[in-house]
């Protein structure tokens, strides 16, 4: 078994339960963001499902991007998988964490309408919910995007293209192979 089957296997089997878990998550956060930001648009946040406070709307608003963000990430995450390389390994980390920070500014708003209190509609509270798995589980998919740095068994680690070449080439059949010599005290 060449070099190259190995590196990652641990990690790469972990990787498509945690993108179809993410996957998910993304799509409902998405759609009740996009839901409860409608009703807050056509002015009916005295919807029984919604009401909320002043930082309802900022969270709306970023739990659809963040969200949004995610699904893309996680797109990129899945081609990721299908490479196993270091260089798509860098642009699915990039991308995880861009989507993991604006979740995570959606879930300080989160806790912020939490605090402040008032009458919080059922679809709202699962907003709160999903934007809360959301950021944590965006955050071990980019642990587990990360665990190649600290192992070979969890996934490609950073390497530049050049030591990726040397490191995993494979020899080729035209390369002269020695020749074994016959020895002399045998034939004594």
Not at 65 to 81: E, Q
Not at 115 to 127: A, D, H, I
Not at 143 to 154: D, E, I, P, T
Request: charged share 15%.
């Amino acid at each position: 078994m060449s070099l190259t089957m190995e590196v990652g296997k641990i990690g790469r089997g972990l990787m498509v339960p945690m993108l179809i878990a993410n996957f998910v998550v993304y799509v409902i956060l998405v759609g009740l963001a996009a839901w409860s930001i409608d009703k807050y648009i056509d002015g009916e946040q005295n919807h029984p499902h919604l009401g909320g406070n002043p930082s309802t709307t900022y969270m709306l608003e970023f739990g659809l991007l963040g969200g949004a963000t995610g699904l893309c990430s996680l797109v990129i995450g899945f081609m990721h998988h299908r490479a196993w390389r270091s260089a798509s390994l860098a642009s699915a980390s990039s991308s995880a964490f861009i989507s993991w920070a604006i979740t995570a500014v959606a879930f300080g708003f989160v806790w912020k309408e939490i605090k402040m209190g008032g009458r919080r509609g059922k679809r709202l509270q699962t907003l709160e919910l999903f934007i809360t798995i959301s950021t944590f589980s965006q955050m071990l998919y980019l642990m587990l995007l990360h665990a190649g740095v600290f192992s070979r068994k969890y996934g490609p680690d950073y390497l530049s293209h050049r030591d990726e070449t040397i490191t995993h080439r494979v020899p080729t059949q035209s390369q002269p192979q020695p020749q074994p010599q016959p020895s002399t005290s045998s034939l004594e």
